[in-house]
């Protein structure tokens, strides 16, 4: 079985999501072929530097920070029903256009799922600014990429057809958000759906229905 996952670094539903379809396999006791493919959510609207998730939000609503923080208990409840636990406050928001192409690097080096995950709990759970060169060189090499090789791809804008590829492919397929869970050029799920609904795709892929 194979699973196709689109999803952005941004986006805390495709963190969610990825977690509960890992728990799904698990539950199953299913082997798949993971990938993880790009998909931006944010390239044309958030700077490089790196700005608070709240701040901008309260901002636009005229909220309090509090209020803010509040307003994401729909999301906290699926985080933790995933075993997850999002700082808000730290959360910094910039441009992942980088991290897309050190993705498709790490693809290219066999380490693409391991890169994607690291940076997502990076992001969410530790306050990683997704757009700092180095922040994304010290997050390859943690899953065991060469860190002068990552940086050379930074700075030389390398594997950004790669990444376009991806987007174009969405597009064809027709996907409107993230995350996107296609099983065997199957079965989908959009969104981060139950684990229970991750079980029946599992499922229907395995026998095939």
Request: aromatic share 12%; charged share 30%; net charge negative.
């Amino acid at each position: 079985m194979k699973i196709q996952v689109w999803a952005d670094f941004l986006c805390p539903f495709c963190l969610i999501g990825s977690k509960q379809m890992e728990a799904a396999m698990v539950a199953e006791g299913a082997e798949a072929e993971v990938e993880y493919m790009s998909y931006s959510l944010s390239d044309a609207i958030y700077p490089a530097e790196g700005e608070p998730y709240w701040e901008r939000l309260a901002a636009e609503k005229g909220w309090s920070e509090d209020k803010v923080i509040a307003a994401r208990s729909d999301v906290d409840a699926l985080a933790t029903e995933a075993g997850l636990s999002i700082d808000w406050r730290a959360l910094v928001r910039g441009n992942t256009k980088d991290a897309h192409r050190l993705f498709q690097y790490a693809k290219a080096k066999g380490k693409g799922t391991e890169f994607f995950r690291r940076t997502q709990e990076a992001v969410f759970l530790e306050g990683a600014l997704i757009s700092d060169r180095p922040t994304l060189v010290a997050l390859a090499k943690e899953v065991g990429l060469n860190p002068a090789e990552a940086e050379s791809v930074l700075a030389k804008g390398e594997y950004e057809g790669f990444y376009i590829r991806d987007l174009v492919r969405a597009e064809e397929i027709g996907i409107r958000g993230v995350p996107f869970f296609l099983f065997d050029e199957k079965y989908t799920i959009a969104g981060a759906a139950p684990m229970a609904d991750f079980q029946a795709a599992i499922r229907r892929a395995q026998t095939k229905e």
